[in-house]
């Protein structure tokens, strides 16, 4: 079955730009998680979606928002980019039916933000 | 506040010999621990789930172990390979499906020299 697809893979923005990024999840997969990544930080969580909803939310400014689409793909956006945004945007879903264990997440390959 | 600790130095290893990574946190009590493997420009990639009453777990060369009183676990690769080279993220979490906002460790790079 087709893996986490994200697009686009790399973009580049000048600081005051905003920018809109794409998660399509493992079929069957109702939870989509968003993460940044960058060499200091590491893996920082930024947002979870269930059901079109917010379920969980990672210690980001406002500028970093979200959505999920009925058919579970997902989007996120970055308004106002800063220089600090530069990073690698990791989208991962997972299976979430409640049972131990099943929120194994499966990655994306990530989009590469580079804000000049 | 929860705090995972890798280690931020790279561990080089000889091809061959076993690899052991280390996985620390505290204040909370995960009932699982799971592990990714994440290669340069690429998204981390599930290795293993461990359970707090499981000691143990095995899949081919690897070996994860989860003390809960140590508050640690160990992540073993036995018989290196240069492909095994890459960053090893450890990710502790209490129960419960989906996400919820599942936290890594900043992850261990680790260097299989040939």
């Known amino acids: 079955k087709a893996g986490v697809t994200q697009t686009p893979r790399y973009l580049i923005k000048t600081r005051g730009q905003q920018v809109t990024l794409s998660c399509s999840p493992i079929s069957g997969h109702r939870s989509v998680s968003w993460y940044q990544q960058t060499p200091g930080q590491g893996l920082q969580f930024l947002f979870e979606y269930f059901s079109e909803t917010q379920r969980n939310k990672g210690n980001f400014p406002g500028r970093f928002s979200g959505r999920q689409f009925s058919n579970s793909r997902s989007e996120m956006n970055v308004s106002t980019l800063e220089l600090g945004d530069s990073a690698l945007y990791l989208c991962?879903?997972?299976?979430?039916?409640?049972?131990?264990?099943?929120?194994?997440?499966?990655f994306g390959a990530g989009s590469r933000l580079t804000v000049l | 506040s929860q705090k995972i600790e890798q280690n931020s130095e790279a561990l080089n290893i000889q091809e061959g010999k076993t690899a052991t990574l280390t996985c620390n946190y505290t204040?909370?009590?995960?009932?699982?621990l799971q592990w990714y493997r994440q290669d340069p420009g690429r998204g981390p990639v599930f290795l293993l789930l461990i359970r707090e009453n499981e000691k143990e777990k095995r899949k081919e060369r690897l070996k994860v172990t989860f003390d809960t009183t140590l508050k640690q676990s160990l992540f073993h690769i036995t018989a290196s390979q240069p492909a095994d080279s890459a960053t090893y993220l450890c990710?502790?979490?209490?129960?419960?499906?989906?996400?919820?906002?599942?936290?890594f460790g900043k992850g261990t790079h680790l260097i299989i020299q040939p």
């Open positions: 204040n909370y009590s995960p009932a699982y």
């Open positions: 990710a502790p979490h209490t129960m419960g499906g989906g996400a919820d906002g599942l936290t």
């Open positions: 991962a879903s997972s299976l979430d039916d409640r049972a131990p264990g099943a929120n194994v997440l499966t």
